[in-house]
């Protein structure tokens, strides 16, 4: 019988394209694992929703395969208690301070499964084991820290500690920001306590922190609530110091330096944690699990950092904090100390009390 061998060439060359093809997918599934998943992902709002889709969700969606769907809110721990159980509104979210633990309380969040977080043991070691109320529901991320925003052009001494604020130069210029309990803090750094939250926990050191919010709300200018009543004061000069989350305050200061600098006050100042956690009821969990896995990486935190300007808690971002954070972004664990992270289990059974008597003898004075 005549053999083809044309045909039988052609025939070995379409198996052996077929097997490549076959191989080639294969190796594609493996490094995409997730390849075709989708994964809702909750986040805080305005710039920080843009930078953190850039830092994170676009690497990570090319790295995986998978698809990020973002829903953004500053507490979405009312969505999810409305949910039914088994089919939340999110997969895995951002949570900080009050609604991470009321979801821990209310067990809106699984346990982390930390063998697939390995990325868990880069974060500073203080914050895990001394500074995050738990880690079992959740993955410490990110920290945003108060600190004294200034006019360097309009200032004779520029502030160092937040008693400075009691400066005769800084009269009727200043402004404080009014949400709880960031005032509470700032009232205990004017205090004589040491530590300075010390002042938090007692009867005593909490008539202290009134005191002293009576006195400051004779020097300042406004008790501010909103982000763009803070900027438009400070550049039109009526405001010379107040107080400012980091993360804008560094990109003011590196949009107009020869106006704007900033400083952590030498008692410390406030903070809050994020956390990310695995909402419950999520048929995602390894998807989610992954996803904060990247979150705490080395190359996802530096990426954050250098967009949006926050403390992060992987310790291998340390080279790369950008100079014109300073001495802002803590540089090992014993720098964290100078931080005081809200304690919202011994404030939030507070919160009224507290909120009512700033209202009626802070405000109204």
């Known amino acids: 019988m005549k053999v083809n061998r044309t045909s039988q060439i052609s025939a070995i060359l379409i198996s052996v394209l077929v097997v490549s093809a076959?191989?080639?997918?294969?190796?594609?599934?493996?490094?995409?694992?997730?390849?075709?998943?989708?994964?809702?992902?909750?986040?805080?709002?305005?710039?920080?929703?843009?930078?953190?889709?850039?830092?994170?969700?676009?690497?990570?969606?090319?790295?995986?395969?998978?698809?990020?769907?973002?829903?953004?809110?500053?507490?979405?721990?009312?969505?999810?208690?409305?949910?039914?159980?088994?089919?939340?509104?999110?997969?895995?979210?951002?949570?900080?301070?009050?609604?991470?633990?009321?979801?821990?309380?209310?067990?809106?969040?699984?346990?982390?499964?930390y063998e697939n977080v390995p990325n868990a043991d880069k974060i500073f070691d203080i914050i895990k084991d001394e500074m995050s109320p738990t880690t079992e529901y959740g993955v410490p991320f990110d920290v945003g820290i108060h600190v004294l925003m200034y006019r360097k052009d309009l200032v004779k001494t520029p502030p160092a500690s937040w008693k400075d604020l009691f400066a005769d130069e800084y009269k009727g210029k200043i402004a404080i920001e009014r949400w709880f309990p960031y005032w509470v803090y700032i009232?205990?750094?004017?205090?004589?306590?040491?530590?300075?939250?010390?002042?938090?926990?007692?009867?005593?050191?909490?008539e202290a922190i009134f005191d002293q919010m009576?006195?400051?709300?004779?020097?300042?200018f406004f008790c501010y609530s909103k982000g763009a009543e803070?900027?438009?004061?400070?550049?039109?000069?009526?405001?010379?110091?107040?107080?400012y989350w980091n993360g804008t305050g560094t990109v003011k200061v590196l949009e107009d330096p020869d106006r704007f600098a900033m400083v952590l006050p030498e008692e410390g100042a406030v903070a809050y944690l994020d956390h990310f956690c695995v909402v419950r009821g999520t048929k995602k969990r390894d998807l989610a699990e992954a996803f904060i896995n990247y979150l705490v990486s080395t190359k996802g935190q530096t990426a954050f950092l250098k967009k949006h300007y926050n403390l992060m808690v992987n310790k291998e971002v340390v080279p790369e904090i950008p100079a014109v954070m300073g001495d802002i972004h803590p540089k090992k664990d014993e720098d964290w100390r100078k931080i005081s992270f809200i304690d919202a289990e011994a404030l939030e059974p507070l919160r009224k009390e507290l909120e009512d008597r700033f209202i009626k003898e802070v405000l109204a004075k």
């Not at 190796?27 to 992902?41: C, K, W």
């Open 230 to 243: 803070f900027w438009a004061a400070m550049d039109s000069g009526e405001i010379t110091v107040g107080n």
């Open 214 to 220: 009576k006195n400051l709300s004779d020097r300042w």
């Open 22 to 113: 076959v191989l080639v997918a294969g190796a594609f599934a493996a490094d995409r694992p997730f390849e075709g998943q989708t994964l809702i992902v909750g986040t805080w709002s305005g710039p920080y929703a843009k930078n953190f889709e850039e830092a994170f969700s676009k690497p990570f969606e090319e790295m995986t395969g998978a698809k990020l769907l973002h829903k953004y809110s500053w507490d979405f721990t009312p969505e999810i208690i409305a949910a039914p159980e088994n089919d939340p509104p999110l997969d895995v979210t951002i949570t900080a301070d009050s609604d991470y633990l009321l979801g821990v309380k209310r067990k809106l969040w699984l346990p982390i499964r």
């Open 187 to 206: 009232g205990s750094y004017l205090t004589d306590y040491d530590p300075p939250k010390k002042a938090i926990y007692s009867p005593e050191g909490r």
